[in-house]
């Protein structure tokens, strides 16, 4: 119970969640300030934005919003029928079912998507709907026909009754309803496989392959299919073939299954680039029983499609247990492509090939390049543990060519700090005249971190680069090396005037992860708070809370940010203050008043943090357990717990709470009172009664609190 309380409160503490919940008499519940009554005049704004927000927020106060939100899936906005359908997703909306299936016609796709996920949500047994959907798959329209059968299949099971009518379907002339179909009938699982293997001999090779796919959805459980898709693997349609092999892996454990491993391999020669690709796959999925495919696996290790010599790179180390060795050993093949094949097998194992590392360093001065590229990203994919190759990596950056330099500069920014040694050639990179190349150089350094510093001057030289790509990377660069880049601060702090949003926000975040050490930006952050754009807010509010202390000039401006109207902006700026320290206590603990609850969720969170300083809040703190918000109560339980012992004040308050209706409320109230220890002694009486309580985890949670504070109580001191 504890570990759930915990991760319960973390969620709420980290980000405030929404939506009002049962209130005390006296109190009407509201979202982001306003009632339900509010919203629903909101709903027939003028304004599609209005309308708009009005449906988001009142999905939150169902049952009695639905007949509201029903009316706006008629809306002319789009975006506000895709609002009202997105908030009609639960069982007791039925009554809007029949204008939710109106809207499967919609010409938008985004609507006819939405009204989907709400009818699967309102009807997850699919007994009003079917009907009415199976009707739908013969609409003139191909994409209504296509989303209602992707629909069908998101209702598995208990869809089996379209089964005929998806067949059908299958035979479509629209591709995309075909492959709708098909997924649809896989989704339906067994019940539809005997009508699938009757489709493997279909004389339209489309509809041979959608069989294929989808039964391979079904997997084992159509197993009687598996001699049907050996045949179809000699199909003269490649699609066909491909579609086979796919689903011929998903039968792996399969004894009959298995026996198609010959055939399979059979395929690795296919003409097909697709076909071979497929096959590799495949084989993958067989692990050791295919061990008889390596073989061949490493001959298309020399394939001249990239995408194949990928699959069967894949396939070997699924395969072979020796893979790291055999690969290791290809890097010296005589065949180029052999070579490029199995470096890239080997950087999609990772950190667990790190015994090719030495081997793959001696690739970087490969003749070709396309090699050099493949060993160069395979090292970086391998990760920090390819650090003794930084030296030659770095060398690579004077490459000519573009995509060796490209994959070099990404393997010592995914190496990270321990590829230090290449951090004099990334500078020099700096100044190559293409953008590109700088901005993946200012990546990399930021991600090699601290151990950067010596590049702060050359990257503060780029933040007035005329490319923005380039000027967001260095700023981002810049931040990851932290307070070490000190001296960056004043050039961050001009970019916070940056012409581009999005160049102002990287200044800002930067400007945080500096911490005390970019103090002098303060009063250009407070001036930020008031950017046009809220991610730019957003990033300035949290750039001041990561100053700390620092920043209590700031305590006025963000209080003001309280009272805005962007609740993400409001709920940060609690958050900021919390980290300010104890001067923002007057602050937060006014704004646990807040009509807003995730503002007071969030001011109760900070001033957990700001235990025992915020002592003097613990009294308004103890009466939010009565708040109408769950998560309000969440957030205010896990603070008081913070506080300890010191919260004992709050026993008198947290002692008739345990004698209220709410069980929610009681079993905090007792919680609480649990970590208050010996000093919330005279609750004991009411915690005994509460051993009897109806509500089974009231009753643990009284049981712990009894013991917690007669065991510390008895502990000696």
Known sequence: ????????????????????????????????GNTVGQWIALAKDKDPVMRGNAAEALGYFDPPAIPVLTELLKDEDAHVRVLAAERLGSPDAKSAIPTLLQLLKDKDFQVRSSAARALRSIDPDAKTVIGTLTELLKDRDPEVRRDVAGLLGNFGSKAKAAIPALVEALHDKEG???????????SIGPAAAPALMELLKDTNSDVRKEAAYALGRIGPEAKAAIPALVKLLKDKDSD???????????????????????????????????????????????????KTAVPALVRLLGDK??????????????????????????????????????????????????????????LLADESGDVRAEAAGALGQIGPDAGTAAPTLAGLLKEKEPGVRFAAVGALGSIGPDAKTGIPALIALLKDKDPGPRQDAATALGSIGPEAKTAVPALVGLLKDREPGVRMAVASALGHIGPNAK??????????????????????????????????????LIESLADRDSDVRSAA????????????????????????????????????LGSIGPAAIPVLAESLKHVDPEVRSAAACALGRLAPEARTAIPALAQLLEDMDPNVRWAVARTLEAFGPEAKTATPAL????????????????????????????????LMELLKDKDRTVRHAAAEALERIKTEESSPR
């Open 541 to 576: 509010v949290r750039a001041l809370g990561e100053m700390g202390p620092e920043a209590r000039t700031a305590i006025p401006a963000l209080a003001e940010l309280l009272k805005g109207k962007n609740w993400s902006v409001r709920e940060r700026a609690a958050f900021a």
């Open 1 to 32: 119970m504890r570990l759930l309380s915990f991760l319960l409160a973390a969620v709420v503490c980290l980000a405030a969640a929404e939506g009002p919940a049962k209130t005390p008499p006296d109190r009407k519940p509201t979202f982001r």
């Open 305 to 362: 499609e990239c995408e194949v010599r990928w699959a069967a790179g894949f396939a070997l180390a699924s395969i072979d247990p020796a893979a790291v060795q055999t690969l290791t050993r290809l890097l010296k093949h005589k065949d180029a492509l052999v070579r490029s094949g199995a470096a890239s097998a080997l950087g999609n194992i990772g950190s667990d090939a790190k015994e090719a590392i030495p081997v793959l360093a001696e």
């Open 240 to 290: 066909v073939r491909q579609a086979a092999a796919r689903a011929l892996g998903r039968f792996r454990r399969d004894a009959e299954a298995k026996a198609a491993i010959a055939a399979l391999m059979g395929l690795l020669t296919d003409r097909d680039s697709g076909v071979r690709r497929e096959a590799a796959w495949a084989l993958r999925w067989f692990g050791p029983g295919a």
């Open 655 to 686: 002692t008739e709470l345990l004698k209220g209706n709410d069980l929610e409320v009681r079993w905090l109230a007792a919680d609480v009172l649990g970590h208050i220890g010996p000093e919330a002694k005279t609750a004991v009486p009411t």
């Open 176 to 186: 995309n309803v075909r492959g709708a179909a098909g997924f649809a009938l896989g």
């Open 487 to 524: 001296t960056a601060v004043p050039s961050l702090t001009e970019l916070l005037k940056d012409k581009e949003p999005a160049i102002r926000s990287a200044a800002a975040k930067a400007l945080g992860k500096l911490g005390p050490a970019a103090k002098t930006a303060v009063p250009a």
